[in-house]
């Protein structure tokens, strides 16, 4: 059984370079991630390597190594100085593909808890504080309770549009 062997790739190349790899390697697992994200103003399912400029593939590195090296779009096989191209463990290929769903890997979110404070970060009550109420439309929408006009108003905004109150801060000092 041959090893598995992380490649790396050029920028964006990683569909390409999966593609051409398929003829030379005895297997290619690029990993991909699935996530919403705001595009133009709009939430929408992104589709992104999870390991930008990197997939995985398992060849016979004696017999393939300069074929998988010199692939157009192939800046290098993984490797260190004195030992060479660096083995993946097959277990890291398999807890990958059983994390993954339908081909795609998916990060949730941190679950929020009733009464935990929140912040808008996206939207027109960007910039103020809610209090979390409920989760609502499996987990895309949130309910959650605004300090308007002296006064506290349920309003149901997108998930994305809020986060946790320490996960804001942290960003923001990590910039």
Not at 81 to 108: A, F, H, K, W
Not at 147 to 165: G, I, N, W
Request: hydrophobic letters at 40%; proline letters at 6%.
């Amino acid at each position: 059984m041959n090893s598995w062997y992380c490649v790396h790739t050029k920028r964006y190349k990683e569909n390409w370079v999966t593609r051409q790899l398929m003829e030379s390697c005895d297997e290619v697992y690029l990993p991909l991630l699935r996530q919403r994200r705001r595009v133009r103003r709009q939430l929408k399912w992104v589709i992104e390597p999870l390991f930008p400029s990197y997939l995985f593939a398992r060849f016979p590195v004696g017999k393939r190594f300069k074929t998988v090296r010199y692939t157009p779009g192939v800046v290098s096989v993984v490797s260190t100085p004195e030992d060479g191209p660096i083995v993946v463990d097959e277990t890291i290929i398999t807890v990958l593909r059983e994390r993954s769903c339908n081909g795609y890997v998916e990060i949730q979110p941190a679950p929020l808890f009733m009464g935990e404070e929140l912040e808008v970060i996206a939207g027109l009550f960007q910039g103020l504080r809610a209090l979390f109420q409920q989760e609502l439309k499996a987990g895309e929408r949130v309910a959650v309770l605004l300090d308007l006009l002296s006064s506290r108003v349920r309003v149901e905004l997108p998930r994305a549009y809020v986060q946790q109150k320490s996960t804001v801060h942290s960003q923001q000092s990590a910039a």
